[in-house]
């Protein structure tokens, strides 16, 4: 079975500074995806950021940058120069090739506050 | 624009109620899914389908129906078999399903119970 996990409940962060999240994944199957959403208070779930078990580079979207450690089965997600707008919950995924259903499986999330 | 509308945005189902609540996309995606969110939780997956007329079960199908006759529409019925029906629920669809495929999702429906 597919989990995720992150393990901080909630972060605080400095307007204009980086903050990272984190998310460590569970599968044995080598073919997978990995995602971040971000949800705002009004409930609808944003993507921000995908990245391929097979990508040699890290993936990258304005702010939004992941750190992909394969071995570590870790994908956290960097924002820099956090903005207000960024204050939300944050949640990372992960869908994998076998079965033949691709359901995204979520992590539990990670409220990140951001402070002026 | 294109997307995903979910309505109502609030629900509330009396004791031995069914309720249905509306997913509607004009995205042309193929791949449509319902998924549950309770508070301090992540996303379970309800239900999904991949083509018309068909769907299959998700982590967390008990309770719940759905129907597919038409690619736009992926209604989700909360019947009374369902106990605890108190949740935030998403609706989302993709392109296809694969591995990178992502999701789009509506801005979800709150349902409580009187």
């Known amino acids: 079975a597919q989990k995720i996990t992150q393990t901080q409940p909630g972060m605080f962060v400095q307007e204009k500074e980086a903050v990272t999240l984190d998310c460590t994944y569970d599968?044995?199957?080598?073919?997978?995806?990995l995602f971040w959403y971000k949800q705002p208070s009004s409930g609808e779930m944003i993507f921000l950021i995908y990245q391929g078990s097979y990508d040699q580079q890290n993936a990258t979207e304005g702010r939004y940058s992941l750190n992909f450690q394969k071995a570590r089965k870790s994908a956290n997600l960097v924002i820099s120069a956090s903005q207000l707008g960024d204050s939300a919950m944050y949640f990372c995924a992960m869908r994998v090739a076998g079965a033949g259903s691709y359901q995204l499986t979520f992590g539990k999330g990670t409220k990140l506050s951001v402070i002026p | 624009d294109g997307g995903i509308t979910q309505s109502p945005k609030y629900l509330f189902r009396k004791e031995g109620q069914n309720v249905t609540l509306s997913c509607e996309q004009n995205l042309n995606h193929d791949a449509m899914y319902w998924y549950r969110q309770d508070p301090g939780q992540g996303l379970r997956l309800i239900y999904y389908?991949?083509?018309?007329?068909?769907?299959q079960k998700g982590d967390i199908a008990e309770g719940y129906s759905v129907s597919r006759e038409k690619k736009e529409s992926f209604p989700l019925t909360v019947t009374s078999a369902q106990k605890n029906p108190t949740a935030f629920y998403l609706c989302?669809?993709?392109?296809?399903?694969?591995?990178?495929?992502?999701?789009?999702f509506g801005s979800g429906t709150q349902l409580s119970v009187l």
């Open positions: 599968t044995s199957d080598p073919s997978y995806g």
């Open positions: 389908s991949q083509i018309v007329n068909d769907f």
């Open positions: 989302a669809s993709s392109l296809r399903q694969g591995r990178g495929e992502k999701l789009f």
